[in-house]
């Protein structure tokens, strides 16, 4: 909603003057006129604000872990002892576990929360 107020007043003695008074002043005889205008204007903003909270870590399995540990070492040693093909193939099965076992050692997560 918008105000708008006008007053007029004599330059010289600051009678005031009806609005669109053109003459000179009825109270001193001089012609000058001073406007004054103020303007009083009402503004409402309305905004949403919305924020997110990120979280990255990495979760560590201790089990997990040392179970990966235990067959990355232990494989060569087990095909040694075994010797032959039979080593091999059992160091390679023990290498294909602790490759499926290692992700689960440690796990990239990320907790998003968000809110407005």
Known sequence: M???ANEVECAYCGAV???GHTSPCPQCGKKG???SVSVAE???VA???????RREFYEKHPLAW?????????APFLG???AGWAGVIAGLALGGIA??????AVTKVREIERGG
């Open 2 to 4: 918008t105000n708008t």
């Open 17 to 19: 003057l009806p609005d």
């Open 33 to 35: 006129r001073k406007i």
């Open 42 to 44: 009402e503004i409402n």
């Open 47 to 53: 905004e949403k604000v919305t924020w997110e909270k």
């Open 66 to 74: 040392a179970t990966v540990i235990a067959i990355t070492i232990g």
């Open 80 to 82: 040694l002892f075994l």
């Open 99 to 104: 490759y499926w076992i290692g992700p689960i």
